[in-house]
């Protein structure tokens, strides 16, 4: 069974968060399902990609209206990913070293003029047939009308009949436009408009529900919470309901892993976890220069009204206003308001708070393996990634109970490995802090914890498995 991953994110190449870890991950598992997973992103100037040679393996043109977009669809030379990789090089469009943000921090003015070239170049790519797949898998809004071109549009017939997966990694980005963008997508039958259309807008969101063979979700919860309330969208997900799954994401264990991982200043050795986070706390609040008593509690992630990043700080306020001893670094960067809260958090406890603004792969890592806690207030959370890499590093997760928080971070009230609470204010989530001071302060209970989250097993084995179930639904 071979099935082309069309996506924007795949690590190494281009990362902004967990769907980059998802789609970089899935063919390197898939194969012991027997699945052979390839994966097609757009050539963007990042460094990782700048670094590599490749081959041209087609050419073409697209037009979107009237402006015609030459491309080339490159292949990553063998061995340097455990799966074939191949780009779409539009070298006006894509080259450039953000994926989706431009310097200013906004999104790119051109963004739909991005997904739809590399949308229509893979599909222009994909019937002239030089390459087959035996189905497509689409990972959200930004790759979604592909389930609806390949269907509607005659000059695509050939593609008709081959089956398409759709996995929503994020259900709050739906890839709403006006329709006067019409005049960029290829004709077809202007009757089927409606498998395009959502709130009188195009959604590609919804047009992938409507048009993809199957639909999934990173985490069984997520999926039973936006059948319940997505706003306008929830009826759309009741009626294609029997259609969709959730399927949690795992870690590549391979990837992340305490016993090799370079970024790390003190490797695990010999299983020694007492040491591994004594030492690695020690190395970062040195380096961060903070004070290096009480537990350090950690949070990664995009600075965002989902990832309440704006409870984060006031919470982190009221646990230091009891003068509790407990120091926090912050990594992340997003909404300017909340990192401007956020340094200014720094200013005031110099010694108790680091915020670093940056996306940051080593210091991400860093942290997971120095913090004894990591704190996630989401306010909805798909699957939710830190949390798993932090069960691998020996970091206790402190979440909010929403979407794969729930599946992932059973409270240690009802005999599970983290705290979770219901509480989405900054008084509930310094609460749930407070939990994690105590039990810190409770020796056994908090090794015994640590030996507890260590053996946990978020690989992708299983995860794999279940793909492997939804492409057979429609492959034989
Ligand atoms: P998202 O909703 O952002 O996709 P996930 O939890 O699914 O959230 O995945 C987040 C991924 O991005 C994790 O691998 C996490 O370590 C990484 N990440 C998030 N923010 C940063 C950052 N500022 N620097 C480095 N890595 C980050």
Redo the contacts with the bound molecule.
């Keep these: 069974m071979k099935i082309l991953h069309i996506s924007t994110e795949c ?1 190494p190449a281009a ?8 789609v970089g991950a899935l063919p390197i598992y898939l194969p012991n399902e027997g699945v052979e997973g390839s994966v097609i992103l757009p050539k963007y100037g990042t460094k990782w990609i700048k670094a590599q040679s490749f081959t041209t393996v087609n050419k073409g043109s697209i037009f979107l209206d009237k402006k015609e977009y030459i491309f080339r669809v490159q292949k990553l030379k063998a061995g340097i990913l455990a799966f074939d990789f191949y780009v779409i090089d539009v070298p006006e469009l894509f080259d450039r070293e953000n994926i989706y943000l431009g310097k200013d921090g906004n999104a790119y003015e051109d963004e739909m003029e991005r997904y739809l070239t590399f949308q229509l170049a893979v599909i222009e790519w994909l019937v002239k047939g030089r390459k087959k797949f035996d189905g497509l898998h689409c990972h959200d809004h930004m790759t979604a009308l592909i389930t609806f071109l390949i269907q509607f549009v005659p000059a695509y017939e050939k593609l008709k009949t081959l089956p398409t997966f759709f996995t929503i ?2 259900g709050m980005y739906r890839g709403v436009y006006d329709w006067d963008i019409i005049s960029l997508l290829p004709s077809y039958n202007r009757e089927f408009d409606g498998m395009l259309e959502w709130d009188e807008k195009i959604n590609s969101l919804a047009t992938a529900l409507k048009c993809a063979w199957a639909v999934n979700t ?1 985490s069984p919860s997520y999926m039973n919470e936006i059948a319940l309330d997505s706003e306008t969208l929830t009826s759309l997900y009741i009626s294609e309901r029997s259609k969709c799954i959730g399927i949690l ?1 795992g870690i590549d264990e391979q990837l992340w892993n305490p016993e090799t991982d370079k970024y790390l200043q003190n490797k695990l050795v010999e299983n020694d976890w007492q040491n591994f986070k004594k030492n690695n706390r020690d190395s970062l609040n040195k380096e961060i220069e903070l004070d290096n008593s009480g537990p350090l509690m950690g949070f ?3 600075l ?1 009204h ?2 309440g990043a704006d409870v984060l700080v006031t919470s982190i306020r009221r646990v230091i206003a009891k003068k509790d001893k407990v120091n926090f670094i912050i ?3 997003g909404d300017k308001t909340i990192e401007e809260q956020l340094l200014k958090l720094q200013e005031d406890f110099p010694k108790k708070v680091c915020t ?1 603004i ?8 860093r942290i ?1 393996a120095a913090c004894n806690f990591l704190l ?1 207030p ?1 306010r909805f ?7 798993l ?1 932090s069960y691998r590093y020996g970091t206790i997760p402190i979440v909010t109970k929403v979407g ?1 928080l729930i599946d992932t971070v059973p409270d240690i009230s009802n005999g599970g490995t983290g705290i979770s609470t219901t509480n989405l204010n900054s008084k509930g989530f310094a609460k749930a802090i407070k939990r994690g001071l105590k039990l810190y302060k409770n020796k056994k209970k908090y090794t015994s914890l640590l030996n507890q989250i260590i053996k946990l097993d978020f690989s992708w084995r299983q995860s794999a498995k279940k793909y492997k179930e939804m492409y057979s639904l429609y492959i034989k």
């Design positions: 690590y990362k902004a968060g967990g769907m980059g870890d998802v990694h994020n990173v994401n990664i992630g995009r965002a989902q990832k990594l992340g960067s670093i940056a996306y940051d792969e080593v210091y991400a890592r997971y996630m989401s959370e798909p699957c939710g990634l830190n949390q890499y794969g």
